[in-house]
């Protein structure tokens, strides 16, 4: 195996990337060349684009809910993040209310 194929591996290579001020489409790069998709390097790219693509953040959301990885806990705080700091109220209370509704039907497996 390939020493950066290990997604937590990737993950930490994402966030010093981001933490060095980095490009974002380097970081993008390493996301979508990745061979390991799991929910970790997922839930670490929607946290990336939280900080100022709001949109981008709930499109990679919407490819998880579609490629039925599992979602955490983690995955909805980096999410409504990006909403909130998105100063975009209507889509907070839209996934706010997504999350009570996933919650409330007892974590359905994605």
Same mark, same amino acid.
């Given at each position: ?19 060095? =001020?980095?490009? !974002? ?5 390493? /996301? ?5 998709? =799991? ?13 100022? /693509? ?6 990679? /959301? ?6 039925? @990885?599992?979602?955490? =806990?983690?995955? /909805? ?7 909130? @700091? ?6 907070? !209370? ?5 999350? @009570?509704?996933?919650?409330?039907? =007892?974590?359905?497996?994605?």
């Amino acid at each position: 195996m390939d020493m950066l194929e290990d997604e937590m591996s990737l993950c930490k290579v994402m966030m010093l990337y981001l933490a060095k =001020g980095r490009s !974002l489409e380097l970081i993008e790069n390493i /996301f979508r060349s990745s061979k390991t998709k =799991g929910r970790v390097i997922y839930n670490t790219m929607i946290s990336v684009y939280g900080k100022h /693509f709001a949109e981008n953040a709930h499109q990679l /959301f919407l490819e998880m809910v579609n490629n039925r @990885i599992r979602l955490s =806990g983690h995955t /909805f705080k980096y999410h409504l993040e990006a909403w909130t @700091i998105a100063c975009k109220p209507q889509r907070t !209370l839209e996934f706010l209310h997504f999350m @009570i509704l996933f919650f409330i039907k =007892g974590k359905k497996k994605m």
